[in-house]
């Protein structure tokens, strides 16, 4: 499920993103703050899943869910 090798990277790019650009953006709201982050995350959190190779909805939330599946049996 999950290419652990694009996910650390994606890790490293999104702690290089927030290295560079936090700086600049302390001087903005907060609104723009959270945006920032909340974003940042949400791209971090898709790195987990395979995209490309979930076809539809219904494989979407199997790959989501099936580790709560596993938990709960």
């Given at each position: 499920?999950?290419?652990?090798?694009?996910?650390f990277?994606?890790?490293?790019?999104?702690?290089?993103?927030?290295?560079?650009?936090?700086?600049?953006?302390?001087?903005?709201?907060?609104?723009?703050?959270?945006v920032?982050?909340?974003?940042?995350?949400?791209?971090?959190?898709l790195?987990?899943?395979?995209l490309?190779?979930?076809?539809?909805?219904?494989?979407?939330?199997?790959?989501l869910?099936?580790?709560?599946?596993r938990?709960?049996?």
């Amino acid at each position: 499920m999950v290419n652990w090798m694009s996910f650390f990277l994606t890790t490293v790019i999104i702690i290089t993103i927030l290295f560079f650009e936090w700086p600049k953006t302390k001087k903005k709201p907060k609104k723009d703050k959270s945006v920032f982050i909340v974003l940042l995350v949400a791209g971090w959190v898709l790195s987990i899943f395979e995209l490309p190779q979930i076809s539809d909805p219904v494989n979407w939330l199997e790959v989501l869910f099936q580790p709560l599946g596993r938990f709960m049996d």
